[in-house]
C-alpha cells in the first residue's frame, strides 16, 4: 500500500493530508489551518478529490482552536467547491460542545473513536 503524507503551509497551526492507496486513493485531512490556509494550501489539494481515482475518506478537526479549525468552516461555506467533495466521515473533537443525541454517529473523544483499515 502506497502512503503520503503532506504536510501544508499554514502559517501558523496544522493542516495534514494524508493519501493511502491506490485508485481509488483514500484522502484524509487533519486539521484545516486558518480561511487562508484553505484558498492557498487545502483548495487546490482538494480538487483532486471529486474524481472517480480519489476518495475524502475522513477529516479529523482536532480541536476548535481557530488555526486548526478556520479552513474546514471555509470549505463548508464554499457553495461551488464543497458539494462534490464532502468527507465520507468528519471526526470532531468538540461534538461534546454542542447538542448532538447520544445515539448520534458523530464522533468525538468522549464518545471514543474506532481505528479503521482503509
Known sequence: MSLLIRILQTKC??????????????????????????KTALKPQMNEFDKPSENFKLWILTHLDADHINGSVAFFRDKKFAPSRMPEEIWFNCFNRFNIIEKSSAKSVEKGIESETF
Open 13 to 38: 497551526g496544522d493542516s495534514i493530508l494524508i493519501k493511502l492507496g491506490k485508485a481509488p486513493v483514500q484522502n484524509i485531512l487533519v486539521d484545516s489551518g486558518y480561511v487562508d490556509t484553505y
